[in-house]
């Protein structure tokens, strides 16, 4: 069974299964969306088939809500009175602490109180140091036993600051349709991710210098990223497959194509059907949304790796549902393919 493609595919033969290989781009001339393209071959299945599609389920988008957690400050149970605090006069460390116990230093965000406990670690060996060379062994020791319980935290303050945070939930937050998504993003997000990587691994391997401005500003990039875009993407795609996949279901059990094992013009149709509207329309925006979550997904993991320790069970949890329906693509393809296959299986080679 053949089809010759009207978007230049060429020649398809499903039975080898090289459907799947036809994952090139090619243009499309219309205006339609990626969503049309999937609607429009539903219902051509079911006009040529003569199947009626079942119902649309409502796409079970909270599944996939990024969890809610509080915001929690990394525990600490060495503490630093006013005049211990006084005695640290003459180092930088004075003025961290200061900000630190201001109005605004116990409200801060957990990307602010992130920078505060880097800047601590960073610079609390000058001041110990200093107070060593004062004799005040017993404030060094308090500073020294702080500086560990802050270094200990570094991951849980790193994760509250990247993935509590308002920045991160906008990153995940599905828009309300799909549009022509992701014809117009670009890599810039993931240029970004990355970098948020790359200061993740180096605070946790000791370099802890950090830029406030930098940090701040590559938060808030994560405002503009379409996770949740690709999210969505991909749940209607494994929703309207699976449609696609109980309408071929019933079609072989109530209403076969080929009832005396030689092509019919239903075959033939249904041939030309998913020639033109699944290979040629669907498939090019698949093609797409593989390459974008290839794009998106990668630089995501790395930064979510090394803190994995830190993450709570209802993240972890999420992730793997998450990556499960990103890289579950090729095989709802293998699928949709397999059962065409059965459904034509019956008909002569037309």
Request: negative net charge.
């Amino acid at each position: 069974m053949a089809w010759r493609g009207q978007s230049g595919f060429g020649r398809v033969t499903l039975r080898t299964g090289s459907l799947i290989c036809l994952l090139a781009l090619t243009g499309c001339s219309d205006t339609k969306t990626g969503p049309d393209h999937l609607d429009e071959y539903l219902r051509r299945l079911s006009s040529v088939t003569a199947v009626e599609l079942a119902p649309s389920a409502p796409l079970e988008s909270s599944r996939l809500d990024l969890p809610r957690e509080p915001s929690t400050a990394s525990p600490a149970s060495s503490q630093i009175d006013l005049i211990e605090f006084l005695s640290l006069s003459g180092c930088e460390l004075q003025v961290n602490l200061g900000r630190r116990n201001t109005q605004l230093g116990r409200t801060a965000s957990p990307s602010q109180r992130l920078l505060l406990d880097l800047e601590f670690i960073d610079l609390a060996p000058e001041c110990i140091a200093l107070l060593r060379e004062r004799r005040d062994n017993d404030l060094a020791s308090t500073l020294a036993d702080v500086s560990i319980e802050r270094q200990a935290q570094l991951s849980h303050s790193i994760a509250q600051a990247l993935f509590i945070g308002p920045e991160w939930r906008l990153f995940w937050e599905r828009p309300a349709t799909l549009g022509n998504y992701p014809t117009n993003t670009n890599s810039a997000i993931t240029e970004s991710l990355s970098r948020l990587a790359n200061l993740t691994r180096a605070w946790l391997g000791g370099n802890w210098k950090a830029s406030n401005r930098e940090f701040e500003l590559l938060l808030s990039d994560l405002r503009a990223g379409d996770g949740g875009a690709l999210l969505l993407a991909h749940s209607l795609v494994s929703r309207e497959l699976e449609r696609a996949n109980t309408l071929l279901a019933s079609a072989q059990a109530t209403a076969p194509l080929c009832p005396y094992g030689s092509a019919t013009d239903r075959s033939k149709a249904l041939e030309q059907v998913v020639a033109r509207f699944f290979v040629g329309a669907v498939q090019p925006w698949l093609v797409q949304l593989r390459q974008r979550t290839e794009l998106l997904l990668e630089p995501v993991q790395n930064l979510e790796a090394p803190l994995s320790a830190a993450l709570s069970p209802q993240y972890r949890a999420w992730v793997i549902e998450r990556d499960y329906l990103l890289n579950n693509q090729t095989e709802l393809i293998r699928a949709h393919i397999a059962i065409i296959q059965a459904t034509l299986a019956p008909c002569a080679t037309s």
